[in-house]
């Protein structure tokens, strides 16, 4: 493999046929380009959403797809940054985000802090949840975002190796002295070649000794600025230590008069949880009421949308994917589904009809993805041993399966 970062290659996995469909990853000479890095994003996306299901997920490769991803960012890093002489003037500026991502990204300059990384990691995690709605998420600010995290994770890194201390490792003046012995041996001269091995040793121990110096020196110098500011936040804290006794000087006239104006503002505060105490007890009643009212129209407005999907002229089973729960939900969106559709857990398991717009519709669900999807739509009583859990009762896959298709038929039929 060549030695410079231009022309360096940077070979990806071999990838099984359905990732290759998603992009058929090549090695990659010199600096990615946005599309090849993209390209390995994708890939991941989809390999992550099958990692767990049986005879298609393969832990072994997303982990070396995620060390291609590696060094790809790496290489990128390299190109902008490695040349740079004053790290603490560098900027990390984040890519734009859309309205829909409520968090706001600022540019960075010099050493990320830890809580800037943080906020970096919440913005990517809340941008890939629309990873699903082509319309809501463009995967180049998802690159953008990524390299941009890769960047601030470096630049921390670098940070902390330039602060350690280095140490040049002394001379081994025996190894040396063994190494001149049998090639002088023959030479007809007294210790013809000594001087040259004493002076080579002399020379290493000298450049030992400058960088040594050079070290003590710049860690004295940081050693000084740190006292100068320990001494200046101890001349403040004095300065506050002397305002404080002059305030105490009369301490009892003001405590009496403080323990007073409590009595009064706590025998008020006492009264006060009363009234609020009858006022609660009072309201609980309507309140309960208008929880049942909420409902109510909350479950009326649920199959408005319904309908208002249901009337749209030549729905296919690609409709299935707009219909919201009572949370308002879309199975792209939600945590109970992790995140699917319904495309993404179709590839196996029995097939279940579902009527739209009075015209049957051959669809199939995996097992593994059937209890989320029966949990999402509310129609899971009596299929589950509580109401957390997603793993059904022995026996029930077939009702859950029949039960989703007739609501997925009233829902669009």
């Known amino acids: 493999m060549p030695g410079g970062p231009d022309n360096q290659v940077y070979l990806p996995p071999k990838l099984p046929p359905y990732l290759n469909k998603v992009y058929d990853l090549k090695p990659i000479t010199g600096i990615p380009s946005d599309e090849e890095v993209i390209g390995i994003h994708a890939v991941i996306r989809v390999a992550n959403k099958v990692v767990d299901v049986e005879d298609m997920g393969d832990p072994t490769l997303l982990a070396q797809l995620s060390e291609h991803l590696f060094s790809a960012h790496l290489a990128r890093y390299r190109s902008k940054h490695a ?190 949880l009363d009234q609020s105490n009858i006022l609660a007890k009072e309201s609980k009643e309507p309140v309960e009421k208008l929880g049942e009212v909420l409902g109510n129209i909350n479950r009326v407005l649920v199959r408005i949308q319904h309908a208002i999907v249901r009337n749209h002229k030549g729905n296919t089973l690609r409709a299935l994917d707009c219909l919201i729960n009572e949370k308002g939900e879309t199975p792209a969106i939600s945590c109970t589904t992790q995140n699917r559709i319904f495309e993404d857990v179709s590839w196996t398991g029995e097939e279940f009809t579902v009527i739209i717009d009075g015209v049957p519709h051959e669809s199939r669900i995996n097992n593994y993805w059937l209890g989320e999807f029966v949990r999402f739509y509310g129609i899971d009583d009596g299929l589950f041993d509580n109401a957390t859990t997603v793993e059904m009762e022995e026996g029930q896959m077939s009702t859950a399966r029949v039960r989703l298709a007739e609501y997925l038929s009233s829902c669009l039929g």
């Open 83 to 272: 040349t740079v002489v004053f790290p603490e003037d560098t900027t990390y500026t984040p890519p734009s985000l859309p309205v829909h991502v409520s968090i706001r990204l600022e540019p960075v300059k010099g050493t990320p802090s830890e809580e800037e990384i943080i906020r970096v990691q919440s913005a990517i995690r809340a941008y890939q949840q629309f990873a699903n709605a082509p319309s809501l998420f463009d995967p180049h600010v998802d690159m953008e975002l990524s390299q941009h995290l890769f960047d601030m994770q470096m630049a921390r890194y670098a940070h902390r190796a330039r602060e350690c201390p280095a140490f040049s490792e002394p001379p081994k003046i025996s190894n040396s002295a063994e190494q001149f012995v049998p090639r002088e041996s023959t030479v007809p001269t007294n210790n013809a070649g000594t001087g040259a091995g004493v002076i080579e040793q002399r020379e290493s121990g000298q450049r030992g000794c400058c960088v040594g110096l050079q070290d003590a020196m710049e860690r004295s110098n940081r050693l000084a600025e740190n006292a100068n500011q320990l001494i200046e936040q101890s001349n403040r804290i004095a300065e506050r230590v002397h305002q404080l006794v002059e305030q105490t000087a009369h301490p009892v006239e003001q405590s009496n008069k403080l323990a007073e104006r409590f009595n009064q503002l706590f025998e008020r505060l006492n009264g006060h």
